[in-house]
């Protein structure tokens, strides 16, 4: 794969992180919705390292 399709990876799991960090900050953070991001970001991580 490209170096510029990794950036984009790269890119789209420090958003995941950063919403991630947003919502467990939040007085009531909604469950369901981490869930689903931390899914999304574990996709992108092991899609980063089958590129690697």
Do not use: F, V, W, Y
């Amino acid at each position: 794969m490209s170096i510029s399709h990794l950036s984009a990876l790269k890119s789209r799991h420090a958003d995941l992180d950063a919403k991630i960090a947003n919502e467990e900050r939040r007085p009531c953070p909604d469950t369901g919705l981490l869930a689903q991001l931390k899914k999304q970001k574990l996709r992108l991580k092991e899609e980063m390292a089958a590129t690697a």
